[in-house]
C-alpha cells in the first residue's frame, strides 16, 4: 500500500533561479530550466549532498557539523509572495531577491506543506519537502537594494510565507510552464505534544 497519496492538486513553476555563488550575494539567477541530479539542481551554490549545518539546526548539531543535505533548493509559491510584496507594499515581488530556487502557483497554504509531501514533475523529476523555511535577515540588505526602505519588513511580512525547503528524490528537468503534482503522505497529523 502506498504510503504518499498522489492528489489533484497541481502547482505551474512560475519562475526559475540558481544562486551561482551565495558568498558573493544571496541573489538568484532566473533561469528557464533546471537540471536536478541527487545533490540538486546543477550549478546551485546550496547543492551538494551534504552541508554544514546551520543556526536552524543547532538544538541537534553544533554549528558546522557535517549533515544530509536537505535544503538544495528553496520552493516558494507565487500566491505567497504576492501576499509578502502587499506586506511590504511593494507591486511585485522578486523572487531572486530571497535565492528563490523554484516558484509555484496553484498550490494553497504552500508553506504549511507537511514534510515529505512530493512534488513531481511531467518527467518524473521528484522534490521532497524537508519543512516550512523561515525568514532571516539575509534577504533584507539585498530587498533594501532593490526597493529602499522595503527590506527592514521582509522578517514579519514572510513570516508563515517564506515558502519550503526540499531535496531531490528523483533527477530530472524542470522547466518554466510545466506542472508538478502534489503528493502528500498518508498520515493523521501527529498529536503528542497535545
Known sequence: MPA???????????????????DAALTATPRDMLRLGFAGPEGEAHGGLTRPSCSRVTSQHPRGTEIRNV??????????LDAIGAALELD???????????????????SHLPPSARLQGEDGVTLV????NRPCHLP?????????????????????????????ERE????????????VPEQRAWQGAA
Open 129 to 132: 519537502v524537508d519543512m516550512q
Open 4 to 22: 504518499l497519496v498522489p492528489t489533484d492538486i497541481y502547482g505551474r513553476i512560475e519562475w526559475l533561479g540558481l544562486v551561482p555563488d551565495r
Open 92 to 110: 511585485s515581488f522578486d523572487p531572486a531577491w530571497i535565492g528563490a530556487t523554484l516558484v509555484v502557483s496553484g498550490i494553497p497554504d504552500f
Open 71 to 80: 535544503r538544495q533548493l528553496s520552493v516558494v509559491s507565487r500566491e505567497e
Open 172 to 183: 530530472g528537468v524542470l522547466r518554466l510552464g510545466e506542472r508538478l503534482r502534489l503528493h
Open 140 to 168: 533584507v540588505p539585498v530587498i533594501e537594494a532593490a526597493r529602499p526602505g522595503r527590506g527592514k519588513g521582509f522578517k514579519t511580512a514572510a513570516k508563515g510565507r517564506r515558502g519550503v525547503t526540499a531535496w531531490v
